[in-house]
């Protein structure tokens, strides 16, 4: 029925050719029903876990839930494609103690026992090679996008908090909507995803940002309690009027902030992230003049710097991610105009860093279109042909067409203060466009300087 790739055919006729039963599970027949090709698969199995590597000699098992790993090549038609397909005998949880982890795992005899503890009824749905077996009619909800859970909502979150944000991914993932009583316990639960770790939420949180509905998942989070819980920042921003005399705004803040999110077009989730943040130190610069009803929001870039570098340390980012993160909040306030310098604009691009110039574009991007303006204009427009114009000069001494051992060889000097002024002084008419970047010319800069105690 589904157009299973030559290795996981043969992993189930291994199975059923030593007397196992076997079944594709969760995201794998889920793509599959939706008309997609997965990328993982999941199997169950009515064997043990010692059983399982008997069959696959390659494989490995370290872990508690007794998930077997086996390294396969994927032919997607044009190359092999190296993956796992992870193999879980039938299994049955009790006593979540910690709202996360099952206490105990208990393996299950049938695989209606093993589906029953799954999570949403979209999941709850297997395939032994030939045959559908849904019980939990995942099948309909698929047709609907519905998610729900499976069996008592209550129960299914307080087994596992981060269900949580997982049925809000799935939901801004697949463009879904969640079934009313499952939507009723994550806001009745909402408080039990602060027993989850930072690490488990963020890659959910950015799961969501990367998905095809970042900004509806967002709306779920906020309107299921969720957001106050992992990042307040955000959720009082919604909160904050903008609209005023001699603005242009006519959203709130945090509208304005997921509108924005909307229309970012980056997929990155990183730029994305700071798409939804951007102007959050609003909240804390708000201030309105009594008599003309003026809403300023001063200094608010500097604020949510700050605020962003603790978001990246609650989030656990990496370094880099942190380093983005907040270098497009903190410099998306930037000028665009037909006056500015080519010293201005270098300014721009050494703050915000050339690896980052399109990523803050299509935040600025995000920003108009949020606002409820045009994606751009002529100014936006001219600023970025001279982001390109401006790059192609030196930024930095080293981008210089001679360096330290030149000097040093032309004035026959050791390695010292002066080599340094030298280069500046060379980079500083190089920025004045008073000498050229070119080799010959500043060599012969270099030889006015045989007199040691020329000036510099």
Same mark, same amino acid.
Not at 134 to 149: A, N, S, T
Not at 355 to 371: C, K, N, T, W
């Given at each position: 029925?589904?157009?299973?790739?030559?290795?996981?055919?043969?992993?189930?006729?291994?199975?059923?050719?030593?007397?196992?039963?076997?079944?594709?599970?969760?995201?794998?027949?889920?793509?599959?029903?939706?008309?997609?090709?997965?990328?993982?698969?999941?199997?169950?199995?009515?064997?043990?876990?010692?059983?399982?590597?008997?069959?696959?000699?390659?494989?490995?098992?370290?872990?508690?839930?007794?998930?077997?790993?086996?390294?396969?090549?994927?032919?997607?038609?044009?190359?092999?494609?190296?993956?796992?397909?992870?193999?879980?005998?039938?299994?049955?949880?009790?006593?979540?103690?910690?709202?996360?982890?099952?206490?105990?795992?208990?393996?299950?005899?049938?695989?209606?026992?093993?589906?029953?503890?799954?999570?949403?009824? !979209?999941?709850?749905? /297997?395939?032994?090679?030939?045959? *559908?077996?849904?019980?939990?009619?995942?099948? =309909? $909800?698929? +047709?609907?996008?519905?998610?729900?859970?499976?069996?008592?909502?209550?129960?299914?979150?307080?087994?596992?908090?981060?269900?949580?944000?997982?049925?809000?991914?799935?939901?801004?993932?697949?463009?879904?909507?969640?079934?009313?009583?499952?939507?009723?316990?994550?806001?009745?639960?909402?408080?039990?995803?602060?027993?989850?770790?930072?690490?488990?939420?963020?890659?959910?949180?950015?799961?969501?940002?990367?998905?095809?509905?970042?900004?509806?998942?967002?709306?779920?989070?906020?309107?299921?309690?969720?957001?106050?819980?992992?990042?307040?920042?955000?959720?009082?921003?919604?909160?904050?009027?903008?609209?005023?005399?001699?603005?242009?705004?006519?959203?709130?803040?945090?509208?304005?902030?997921?509108?924005?999110?909307?229309?970012?077009?980056?997929?990155?989730? !990183?730029?994305?992230? /700071?798409?939804?943040?951007?102007? *959050?130190?609003?909240?804390?610069?708000?201030? =309105? $003049?009594? +008599?003309?009803?003026?809403?300023?929001?001063?200094?608010?870039?500097?604020?949510?710097?700050?605020?962003?570098?603790?978001?990246?340390?609650?989030?656990?980012?990496?370094?880099?991610?942190?380093?983005?993160?907040?270098?497009?909040?903190?410099?998306?306030?930037?000028?665009?105009?037909?006056?500015?310098?080519?010293?201005?604009?270098?300014?721009?691009?050494?703050?915000?860093?050339?690896?980052?110039?399109?990523?803050?574009?299509?935040?600025?991007?995000?920003?108009?279109?949020?606002?409820?303006?045009?994606?751009?204009?002529?100014?936006?427009?001219?600023?970025?042909?001279?982001?390109?114009?401006?790059?192609?000069?030196?930024?930095?001494?080293?981008?210089?067409?001679?360096?330290?051992?030149?000097?040093?060889?032309?004035?026959?000097?050791?390695?010292?203060?002066?080599?340094?002024?030298?280069?500046?002084?060379?980079?500083?008419?190089?920025?004045?466009?008073?000498? =050229?970047?070119?080799?010959?010319?500043?060599?012969?800069?270099?030889?006015?300087?045989?007199?040691?105690?020329?000036?510099?």
């Amino acid at each position: 029925m589904f157009p299973l790739p030559e290795v996981i055919k043969n992993i189930f006729s291994i199975f059923k050719k030593n007397g196992f039963e076997i079944y594709l599970v969760g995201g794998a027949v889920r793509d599959f029903l939706l008309g997609k090709n997965p990328k993982n698969f999941d199997f169950t199995t009515n064997a043990t876990p010692e059983q399982i590597q008997s069959l696959f000699p390659n494989s490995f098992y370290h872990n508690t839930y007794g998930t077997v790993s086996i390294p396969v090549a994927m032919d997607d038609s044009s190359s092999l494609q190296k993956t796992i397909v992870e193999i879980t005998p039938f299994r049955k949880e009790e006593d979540y103690t910690d709202f996360r982890h099952p206490k105990k795992i208990k393996w299950a005899k049938t695989l209606e026992e093993d589906l029953a503890r799954r999570d949403f009824t !979209i999941n709850a749905i /297997a395939y032994d090679g030939k045959k *559908i077996i849904d019980p939990y009619h995942g099948q =309909k $909800d698929l +047709k609907e996008k519905i998610i729900r859970c499976v069996g008592n909502p209550d129960k299914r979150f307080a087994e596992d908090a981060l269900r949580l944000l997982r049925a809000i991914r799935f939901a801004s993932q697949l463009g879904f909507l969640i079934e009313e009583k499952t939507r009723e316990a994550i806001v009745k639960n909402n408080y039990l995803i602060t027993k989850i770790s930072w690490e488990r939420i963020r890659d959910e949180f950015l799961k969501i940002l990367k998905s095809d509905h970042p900004a509806e998942g967002v709306l779920f989070l906020r309107n299921t309690g969720l957001l106050k819980y992992i990042l307040p920042e955000l959720d009082v921003c919604f909160f904050i009027p903008q609209k005023s005399p001699k603005r242009h705004h006519i959203y709130d803040v945090g509208t304005h902030l997921v509108m924005s999110l909307k229309y970012c077009p980056s997929k990155d989730e !990183i730029t994305r992230f /700071a798409t939804l943040i951007h102007d *959050i130190g609003k909240a804390k610069t708000f201030k =309105k $003049d009594e +008599k003309t009803g003026l809403i300023t929001f001063y200094n608010h870039e500097v604020v949510g710097k700050k605020l962003a570098e603790k978001i990246a340390e609650r989030f656990k980012l990496s370094s880099k991610q942190k380093e983005k993160l907040v270098r497009l909040v903190a410099y998306h306030q930037f000028t665009v105009s037909e006056l500015q310098t080519d010293k201005a604009i270098r300014r721009f691009i050494r703050n915000v860093g050339k690896e980052y110039l399109l990523d803050m574009l299509d935040l600025r991007v995000a920003d108009r279109l949020g606002s409820g303006t045009k994606a751009t204009s002529w100014r936006l427009e001219l600023f970025k042909k001279r982001l390109i114009e401006v790059q192609k000069e030196p930024f930095k001494i080293t981008d210089l067409k001679v360096n330290g051992y030149d000097v040093m060889r032309i004035l026959e000097i050791k390695p010292g203060p002066k080599v340094g002024k030298v280069l500046k002084y060379l980079f500083e008419k190089v920025v004045e466009k008073k000498l =050229k970047n070119e080799r010959e010319v500043l060599l012969k800069e270099i030889e006015k300087f045989k007199d040691q105690e020329a000036q510099i």
